[in-house]
């Protein structure tokens, strides 16, 4: 790679003994050979990589070239079966795409907001069907949570906590 020799290795060897000393060298060889070693695979990486999307690329291409080859082959009854299996598929999407489309219109908020809707009045309860009862007005109604008081939790405490009334005998023993 960089074409250097044995001889070349041993001057960088002895200048960097000379320019970092004896302690510092290999430190500072350690930390090169991983800055080496990161740069090839990163290098190898980037070289699988570009492999990859090259390989990938020529099966595109081939996939094409068989798809050009296989249409100019196909038989024209075939063509024409194809064609009509297309049709009918074009048929059947548009007769289910009429009713939702209708369906669409009909919940469309806007158009519901322009037509008036009558609610039904209640029917009288008759012999054979049970009665609804509804809540009489005497009874309280459940409360909501807007109506009930929060609590603070044990765990969070604004003030001091108050002594109970033995430490604070004890305390009042140790002042006198």
């Known amino acids: 790679m960089f074409d250097i020799g044995f001889g070349e290795l041993i001057l960088v060897l002895v200048i960097g003994l000379v320019v970092l000393g004896p302690e510092r ?3 500072a060889v350690k930390t090169v050979a991983g800055w080496i070693r990161v740069m090839r695979s990163m290098a190898a990486n980037v070289q699988n990589e570009l492999t990859q999307e090259l390989k990938l690329q020529e099966l595109q ?37 009429e009713p939702v489309d209708s369906l669409k219109k009909q919940l469309d ?7 008036e809707i009558e609610i039904p009045p209640a ?26 008081p ?27």
Not at 109 to 115: H, N
């Open 123 to 148: 029917r009288p309860a008759s012999a054979g069907t049970p009665a609804v009862q509804k809540p009489s007005p005497a009874a309280p109604s459940p409360a909501t949570a807007e109506e009930i």
């Open 61 to 97: 291409d081939n996939l094409k070239k068989m798809e050009e080859q296989a249409g100019k082959a196909i038989s024209p009854e075939l063509k024409a079966s194809m064609d009509d299996l297309k049709e009918a598929a074009d048929t059947l999407r548009r007769s289910y795409q």
């Open 109 to 115: 908020p806007e158009a519901l907001a322009d037509q």
């Open 25 to 27: 060298l290999p430190v």
């Open 150 to 176: 929060a609590r603070p939790s044990p765990e969070v405490r604004d003030s001091e906590p108050t002594p109970s009334p033995v430490t604070a005998a004890a305390s009042d023993s140790q002042k006198h």
